[in-house]
């Protein structure tokens, strides 16, 4: 069955970076259509996309935290890394990794049919 | 501020047929399809509609979503306690080439 699994610090230093690591089963990146994303959800408050990454290594940011965001894979260790740099506690989310299915070889309608539990990571001195 | 706008709350009674509307524009909701989601307190959330009107396995049928012009709609028929959650809509937006939410509607059972 699919799983995926949100690793990280729960806590970080305001100007650190964060590194967070979405660790899958049950499906492959490799396979044609498919992609992993990151979203968060500060407490209390809506969800927020953040990344996607897809099989054929192709990468699309939300535009207002593009400048703070790497997205990047490891097929091989079925993993999907998610860089955030210079981190302020408004970044204190709970931060979510998703699988999106492929769709007849795309990634297209982008749908989130798999969540990790979430990791919850506070930023603060 | 979220780029699909949803009403805050939501109410109902059990049994009752509750409507949650998602309004977008012609970059995201009107050029593309409509995903609704499911978060129950304390979990992540869950997919619930895909592709405007699609439903998972395990869905029950009491929820069904729409979509028209640059708005869209989830219904959920029959009430019941366990349907007490936060919903989101979502789309991709051809604009901003990124996954688009909305603010996400908090339904009460009364």
């Known amino acids: 069955q699919v799983t995926l699994r949100e690793s990280g610090p729960a806590l970080v230093k305001p100007t650190q970076t964060l590194t967070l690591t979405c660790t899958f089963s049950g499906f492959s990146l490799s396979t044609s259509g498919m992609c992993v994303s990151w979203i968060r959800q500060p407490p209390g408050k809506a969800l927020e996309w953040l990344a996607l990454?897809?099989?054929?290594?192709?990468?699309y940011y939300s535009t207002s935290l593009k400048t703070r965001l790497t997205i990047s894979k490891d097929t091989s260790k079925n993993q999907v890394v998610l860089t955030m740099t210079n981190m302020d506690p408004v970044d204190t989310a709970t931060y979510y990794c998703a699988r999106i299915p492929s769709s007849g070889g795309s990634c297209y309608p982008y749908y989130f049919d798999y969540w990790g539990q979430g990791t919850l990571v506070t930023v603060s001195s | 501020q979220s780029v699909l706008t949803q009403p805050p709350s939501a109410s109902g009674t059990p049994g009752q047929r509750v409507t949650i509307s998602c309004s977008g524009s012609s970059s995201n909701i009107g050029s593309n399809t409509v995903n609704w989601y499911q978060q129950l307190p304390g979990t992540a959330p869950k997919l619930l509609i895909y592709?405007?009107?699609q439903r998972p396995s395990g869905v029950p049928d009491r929820f069904s979503g729409s979509k028209s012009g640059t708005s869209a709609s989830l219904a959920i028929s029959g009430l019941q306690s366990e349907d007490e959650a936060d919903y989101y809509c979502a789309a991709w937006d051809d604009s901003l080439n990124a996954v688009v939410f909305g603010g996400g509607t908090k339904l009460t059972v009364l």
């Open positions: 990454i897809d099989w054929d290594d192709d990468k």
């Open positions: 592709s405007n009107n």
